[in-house]
């Protein structure tokens, strides 16, 4: 007896941890729906999903010229189908279909749930089927159970975002912000603590501004939601991504002060140390306030470990201004941060106004991260003779086979010998590991003590 072949999907993954996760978030719903494989051969694939991301850059003409690389592939085996998700869908829709010509599907990020349905309609009709409307947290409600894999997973806890930075072209793409209720959100971590996740990331374009339901019409905020997951046993470590400064409240600071499960380090972006362009930005807080919240936080945890993201470049920067970004970076110390040369967004209030020129935005990029580089490395250094609590999540890669990889709680690499008969034991748990090494992308270290 011959078992029927399951289609199998390749997806295409471009942008931010929010897109992995809404691929994630497709492969479960075609599975279910259909029967679909995930594979990493586009040439075993019956359908290919491009899960696009507008943030910088001309991501349109990237997503057009992906899509004529994918024309000899439909063309090769009948029946092959081409869909295309993300940012760049939802800012385009019906228009992509019509340009592209070789596409099936269109869909944005809150109708992802909908494709099986999308996927039967282009079969029927031979047209392509887009959708890719704003039915708000009805994405969540029509998604199955999640699937662990590994120790860690994301959480989505709110869509979209409404704070309108003057460059930012998320709140039309993904819309304004929505948040999951809070029963949903702890029954989703439940689920995947029984399958042995031990650490949570709550994700969402702007979490600080979670507003959680509960079922008796009252509603918490992302200090309570932590609260409550830090006490669901085995769940161990706790993070979140990404924050706004503007909405980076006390209750926070609190939790850092008082959860232990919450993890020494924080993602929060600055884009600018210069209060002219953090006005033009629209982004609500002053340097000074930015800093004097990140005092406040070191006052109760010292050690924490510190991210941003700069845009360098914004229309109007000045060399005065760009000297008070390189002067905030020396006050708050950051650890690594993400930084971008600035990219017009069509449809944003800054792309209106005049760009710099490319020679003074690259040299800029270019001091900045070189600085950045060195505080990375300093931060790294001083960790040398620590001990650091590291969640095992596999075997190391670069190593020996009696390797074991994980994340400590600042968010680097460790890498750490550990005994043969140990190892595969030790995939999924905490470990204590003193520091012996630091490389700038991972450390090494010597197991301590393994811990649960
Ligand atoms: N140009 C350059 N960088 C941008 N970002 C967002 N929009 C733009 C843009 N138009 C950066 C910001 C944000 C990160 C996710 O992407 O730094 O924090
Ligand atoms: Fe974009 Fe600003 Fe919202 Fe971040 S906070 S997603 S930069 S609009």
């Given at each position: 007896?011959?078992?029927?072949r399951?289609?199998?999907?390749?997806?295409?993954?471009?942008?931010?941890?929010?897109?992995?996760?809404?691929?994630?978030?497709?492969?479960?719903?075609?599975?279910e729906?259909?029967?679909?494989?995930?594979?990493?051969?586009p040439?075993?694939?019956?359908?290919?999903?491009?899960?696009?991301?507008s943030?910088?850059?001309?991501?349109?003409e990237?997503?057009?010229?992906?899509?004529?690389?994918?024309?000899?592939?439909?063309?090769?085996?009948?029946?092959?189908?081409?869909?295309?998700?993300?940012?760049?869908?939802?800012?385009?829709?019906?228009?992509?279909?019509?340009?592209?010509?070789?596409?099936?599907?269109?869909?944005?990020?809150?109708t992802?749930?909908?494709?099986?349905?999308?996927l039967?309609?282009?079969?029927?009709?031979?047209?392509?089927?887009?959708?890719?409307?704003f039915?708000?947290?009805?994405?969540?409600?029509?998604?199955?159970?999640?699937?662990?894999?590994?120790?860690?997973?994301?959480?989505?806890?709110?869509?979209?975002?409404?704070?309108?930075?003057?460059?930012?072209?998320?709140?039309?793409?993904?819309?304004?912000?929505?948040?999951?209720?809070?029963?949903?959100?702890?029954?989703?971590?439940?689920?995947?603590?029984d399958?042995?996740?031990?650490?949570?990331?709550?994700?969402?374009q702007?979490?600080?501004?979670?507003?959680?339901?509960?079922?008796?019409?009252?509603?918490?905020?992302?200090?309570?939601?932590?609260?409550?997951?830090?006490?669901?046993?085995?769940?161990?470590?706790?993070?979140?991504?990404t924050?706004h400064?503007?909405?980076?409240?006390?209750?926070?600071?609190?939790?850092?002060?008082?959860?232990?499960?919450?993890?020494?380090?924080?993602?929060?972006?600055?884009?600018?140390?210069?209060?002219?362009?953090?006005?033009?930005?629209?982004?609500?807080?002053?340097?000074?306030?930015?800093?004097?919240?990140?005092?406040?936080?070191?006052?109760?945890?010292p050690?924490?470990?510190?991210?941003t993201?700069?845009?360098?470049?914004?229309?109007?920067?000045?060399d005065?201004?760009?000297?008070?970004t390189?002067?905030?970076?020396?006050?708050c110390?950051?650890?690594?941060?993400?930084?971008?040369?600035?990219?017009?967004?069509?449809?944003?209030?800054?792309?209106?106004?005049?760009?710099?020129?490319?020679?003074?935005?690259?040299?800029?990029?270019?001091?900045?991260?070189?600085?950045?580089?060195?505080?990375?490395?300093?931060f790294?250094?001083?960790?040398?003779?620590?001990?650091q609590?590291?969640?095992?999540?596999?075997r190391?890669?670069?190593?020996?086979?009696?390797?074991?990889?994980?994340?400590a709680?600042?968010?680097?690499?460790?890498?750490?010998?550990?005994?043969a008969?140990?190892?595969?034991?030790?995939?999924?748990?905490?470990?204590?590991?003193?520091?012996?090494?630091?490389?700038?992308?991972?450390?090494?270290?010597?197991?301590?003590?393994?811990?649960?």
């Open positions: 007896m011959t078992r029927a399951m289609p199998k999907l390749y997806i295409k993954t471009f942008g931010c941890q929010m897109n992995e996760y809404d691929s994630g978030k497709m492969a479960d719903v075609l599975r729906a259909e029967g679909y494989e995930r594979t990493e051969d040439d075993a694939a019956d359908l290919i999903l491009l899960n696009t991301c943030i910088r850059e001309k991501a349109q990237k997503v057009f010229s992906e899509l004529g690389r994918w024309t000899e592939w439909k063309a090769a085996a009948p029946g092959r189908l081409i869909g295309v998700g993300g940012c760049v869908a939802s800012q385009e829709g019906e228009a992509l279909a019509k340009r592209a010509g070789n596409v099936d599907v269109v869909f944005g990020p809150q992802l749930h909908r494709l099986p349905k999308l039967k309609q282009t079969r029927t009709t031979h047209q392509p089927a887009v959708d890719v409307t039915p708000e947290i009805e994405k969540f409600d029509h998604l199955p159970a999640p699937r662990a894999e590994g120790p860690t997973a994301f959480v989505s806890i709110m869509e979209g975002c409404s704070k309108y930075c003057s460059y930012c072209i998320v709140p039309y793409t993904r819309g304004e912000e929505v948040s999951r209720p809070l029963v949903d959100v702890l029954a989703e971590v439940e689920q995947l603590a399958q042995d996740v031990r650490e949570i990331t709550l994700l969402g702007n979490v600080n501004a979670y507003r959680g339901p509960t079922p008796d019409g009252e509603v918490v905020d992302l200090a309570f939601l932590i609260a409550c997951i830090a006490r669901i046993d085995t769940i161990g470590r706790i993070r979140f991504t924050s400064p503007a909405e980076f409240t006390d209750a926070l600071i609190e939790a850092y002060a008082t959860e232990p499960k919450l993890a020494g380090y924080l993602h929060l972006p600055v884009q600018s140390g210069s209060d002219r362009i953090l006005g033009m930005m629209k982004r609500g807080y002053t340097a000074a306030q930015y800093v004097e919240k990140i005092d406040r936080l070191r006052a109760v945890q050690g924490i470990a510190l991210s993201d700069f845009i360098v470049g914004f229309p109007g920067e000045t005065a201004d760009f000297e008070q390189m002067a905030l970076i020396e006050r110390r950051f650890d690594a941060a993400f930084s971008f040369i600035y990219s017009a967004r069509p449809g944003t209030p800054a792309a209106r106004l005049r760009e710099l020129p490319a020679e003074v935005t690259k040299a800029r990029l270019e001091r900045l991260q070189t600085r950045i580089r060195e505080l990375g490395a300093t790294a250094q001083d960790l040398i003779g620590t001990t609590r590291v969640l095992v999540e596999r190391s890669r670069r190593e020996s086979k009696n390797h074991l990889a994980g994340r709680a600042c968010n680097r690499w460790v890498n750490f010998a550990c005994p008969e140990d190892a595969e034991r030790l995939i999924g748990r905490f470990v204590d590991v003193e520091i012996t090494e630091a490389a700038p992308n991972s450390l090494r270290g010597q197991l301590a003590t393994a811990v649960a």
